[in-house]
C-alpha cells in the first residue's frame, strides 16, 4: 500500500487537491490518550492553520482543558457538536455539514474545494466498521484528495493502530452518515479555518446532547408559522412568543433544556472582561429593553421556559459569572439566535419577528453579533441532524 500511496500523493501535489498536506505533516500528532481522537484532530487543525506570528507555541489536547472536562473526554470522547463548539472556542471559523442525504457529488465537491487551498482543514466524524476497520466512532482530519482515483487521505491521530491511509470519497461519506450511539444522533464533517476578523463566542452554548425537537422545537417553529393577528403591536407579538415558549417548554423533562452556558473550570481575566462586555451590550439592546417591561416574567409559565431554556441549577459554579445572567438576558439571546427560516411572500409571526431581530441586531456590537452567529449556527447544523 506504501508503494501505491507515494505516487498518488506526488499525484496530488501536482494536480493541486493537498493544499494543507505538507503544512499538517509538520503538525501530525498522535492522539494520547485512547478517546481523545477529537481533540487530537481539533490541535492538530489548529496548529496546521495558526499564524506563528500571532499565536506561538504548539498546542496539544490537555491545552483545552478550560473548554471542557477532560476527564469526561478520557472516558467518553466527545460528540461532533461538541466538536464545532471547541473549534468556535479556539478561535477557528467552522463550517459543518451532516452527510445525511447529501450527494455523492456535493460531498466530493466541498473536499475539492476545501483540499485545494492550504488555509483549510477538513475534519471527519465516521464509524470506522463501515471501513472494515476496527473500532466505532472515530475523528481524524483529511490530508488531502485524490481526483484520479477520487480517494481522500486520511491522516489518522491513532497512529499506533493505523497509519496514514487512502479512503474511496463513497465510502467515507457512507461512513459518516452513521449514528452515534451516545447521542442517537447523525455525525457530521467540517471544514475549519482560521477566524480572521472575529474571535470565538463567549459565554452562551446551545445543548447538543439531548434532543429536544420533539418536545421544543415542533411547538415553537408551528407557532412561528402562524399568522399573526394585523392589530398586534410588536410588544404584543413578542410577549405572545414569550408565553409560547413557556408553553413550548413545559413538555421538557427536568433533565432537558436547551440553552446553557459553557462550563469552565478556570476562567481567565481576558474571558471574564469579554463576558463582562457581552452582558453589558445585551442589556442595553432595544430586545431586552422591551422584555424587561412585560409582566410575563412574573407568571409561572415563564418559569418553565427560564428553566427549560438555561437549567442553571448546579451549573452556577461552573462559571463564574453565570449569577449575573437575568430572565431577560436569557430570552433576549434566544430570541436572537433562533434561526427563522421566512418566506419572502407569507405573512407569519416568523416573519415580523425576524425583521424585528435583524434591525436589531445589526446595532448590536460585534460582540454580541458573534455571540448570536455562534448560537444560529449550531441551531442550523442540529436541525439538519434531526431530519
Excluded at 505538507?22 to 496548529?47: D, I, P
Excluded at 456590537?365 to 439538519?384: G, I, P
Aim: hydrophobic share 40%.
Amino acid at each position: 500500500m506504501v508503494e501505491e500511496g507515494v505516487p498518488w500523493l506526488c499525484q496530488c501535489v501536482s494536480v493541486g487537491h493537498m493544499g494543507v498536506y505538507f503544512k499538517m505533516a509538520e503538525n501530525f500528532l498522535t492522539q494520547s490518550e485512547l478517546a481523545y481522537c477529537g481533540l487530537s484532530s481539533l490541535v492538530m487543525a489548529y496548529n496546521t492553520l495558526k499564524d506563528p506570528d500571532i499565536a506561538a507555541g504548539w498546542w496539544d489536547e490537555d491545552m483545552l482543558h478550560c473548554y471542557i472536562n477532560l476527564d469526561a473526554v478520557r472516558g467518553n470522547g466527545i460528540t461532533f457538536g461538541q466538536l464545532l463548539y471547541l473549534a468556535e472556542r479556539i478561535g477557528l471559523s467552522v463550517e459543518g455539514y451532516s452527510t445525511h442525504k447529501m450527494s455523492d457529488d456535493c460531498f466530493r465537491s466541498i473536499i475539492r474545494s476545501a483540499t485545494s487551498t492550504d488555509d483549510k482543514v477538513v475534519i471527519v466524524n465516521y464509524h470506522r466498521g463501515c471501513l472494515g476497520q476496527s473500532g466505532g466512532g472515530h475523528v481524524v482530519p483529511l490530508g488531502g484528495y485524490s481526483a484520479s482515483r477520487d480517494m481522500v487521505l486520511v491522516m489518522d491521530v491513532a497512529r499506533f493502530k493505523y497509519p496514514p491511509h487512502w479512503v474511496p470519497i463513497p465510502s467515507m461519506k457512507k461512513a459518516i452518515d452513521t449514528v452515534d450511539g451516545s447521542t442517537n444522533e447523525r455525525r457530521g464533517f467540517c471544514v475549519v479555518s482560521l477566524a480572521k476578523d472575529a474571535k470565538p463566542h463567549i459565554f452562551f452554548t446551545p445543548n447538543l446532547l439531548v434532543n429536544v425537537s420533539d418536545v421544543f422545537v415542533k411547538q415553537w417553529v408551528s407557532w412561528l408559522s402562524c399568522e399573526p393577528s394585523h392589530e398586534q403591536s410588536l410588544l404584543e407579538l413578542l410577549q405572545e412568543a414569550v408565553s409560547m415558549l413557556g408553553v413550548c417548554a413545559k413538555g421538557l423533562d427536568r433533565d432537558s433544556f436547551v440553552l446553557t452556558h459553557e462550563a469552565l473550570h478556570e476562567c481567565s481575566a481576558e474571558h471574564l472582561y469579554s463576558t463582562r462586555g457581552l452582558f453589558d451590550t445585551i442589556r442595553v439592546s432595544d430586545l431586552h429593553s422591551m422584555l424587561l417591561s412585560m409582566a410575563v416574567f412574573s407568571s409561572a409559565e415563564w418559569k418553565h421556559v427560564y428553566m427549560g431554556i438555561r437549567m442553571w441549577r448546579g451549573l452556577e459554579r461552573r462559571h463564574p459569572m453565570a449569577r449575573d445572567v437575568t430572565v431577560p438576558m436569557v430570552m433576549a439571546v434566544m430570541l436572537y439566535s433562533w434561526p427563522y427560516h421566512v418566506d419572502a411572500e407569507a405573512s407569519t409571526n416568523a416573519a415580523r419577528l425576524a425583521m424585528f431581530i435583524e434591525n436589531s441586531i445589526a446595532k448590536q456590537s460585534t460582540v454580541l453579533q458573534r455571540e448570536v452567529a455562534y448560537l444560529k449556527q449550531q441551531w442550523l447544523f442540529k436541525a439538519s441532524q434531526d431530519e
